[in-house]
């Protein structure tokens, strides 16, 4: 019996339409080793996200409920400092929280400056589901969310406090990215319909301006979904991010033939070149997943790591690749 190599190698003598057709097999059984379903999520705290996020996409349930149940865990859980409650807070010391979440209709809603309320990305859907519009923000988003039955709480706990006043002593703004770990979640999800999904929550950059906004609230910065094609997330200076509509030029590439991790380089390169004169500490990291379940992701710098679940190799995390060391 001949193996895939030897029928390969003999198709190879025996005239153009064979020979093309036999590459286009090969190549098209490398493109679907993805499988279904799958979710993936940015940093060590992607891998509760994703055990959460599996108990919904195991029984068969749909990408939108596990990437926000996903998500919802690093945001409930005090220890990770860059996300929902437990958050670093901005220079005046208050937790501001932004989040998004898509589906594969091109559904989306997103909250922006969200004071006091622990699941932003929960807010977030509900301003996709019930309202005409995609984002609210600030005050307008908390009466929203007030409104809606979630409630208020103090998300500055007293460790981030302590850090705030200790920052405070030299007020000095230099965000590093994964070495200060203030890191955002973002969460990429296939469901057993083969519909995608994606949410990314966060409570920003440490110390930033009262009022900023990064990407990660933002439609085709922090996240984007194109459900015929796939869906791409990002995490790192959301400056750097919103200037070069970071996931959207991901899924875009994905559009154009590339694997999930060759547009997440491809984005990389494009925001290094971009950022020539800015490239101290900066870090930008994309995760993407397409629509046949294949995978990838890419940073700037080393560090940058990710959790993937699915059925054959359970929930693991990868380190992402990289262009250059700290
Ligand atoms: C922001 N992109 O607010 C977020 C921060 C982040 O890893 O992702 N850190 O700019």
Known sequence: ????????????????????????????????????????????????????????????????DAVEYGVRVPEADPKERSVGYGGLPDREGK????????DHKHD???VA???????????ARLVMENTPHVMLVGE????FALANGFEEEELLIEQSKKDWEKWMETSKYKPVINIENHDTIGALALD????????????????????????????????????????????????????????????????????????????VKRIMNTHKNRMENLQVGFLALNKD????????????????????NGNRMEDAPYKMEW
């Open 293 to 312: 379940g294949e995978y990838g992701g890419y940073g700037i710098r080393s560090g940058f790591n990710f959790a993937v679940v699915d059925k054959k």
């Open 113 to 123: 400056f969200l004071q006091g309320i622990k699941h932003p990305i929960s807010v």
């Open 140 to 143: 307008g988003a908390k009466q």
């Open 95 to 102: 937790v501001t929280l932004d989040a998004c979440i898509m």
């Open 192 to 267: 057993a319909d083969g519909n995608l999904a994606g949410a990314c929550t966060t409570s920003g950059a440490a110390y930033k301006m009262h009022g900023r906004v990064g990407d990660s609230p933002i439609i085709g910065a922090g996240l984007f979904v194109d459900g015929e094609v796939g869906a791409a997330c990002a995490t790192g200076l959301g400056e750097a991010v919103i200037r070069t509509a970071g996931s959207a030029m991901v899924v875009e590439y994905m559009r154009m033939g590339k694997s999930p991790r060759e547009a997440c380089e491809i984005a």
């Open 108 to 110: 989306c809603g997103s």
């Open 1 to 64: 019996m001949q193996n895939r190599r030897s029928f390969i190698k003999k198709s190879l003598t025996v005239g153009g339409g064979l020979l093309s057709s036999t590459l286009f097999s090969f190549s098209s059984s490398i493109k679907k080793e993805g499988m279904k379903p799958i979710m993936i999520s940015t940093w060590n705290h992607g891998f509760g996200a994703n055990e959460a996020g599996w108990e919904y996409l195991k029984e068969g349930g749909s990408a939108l």
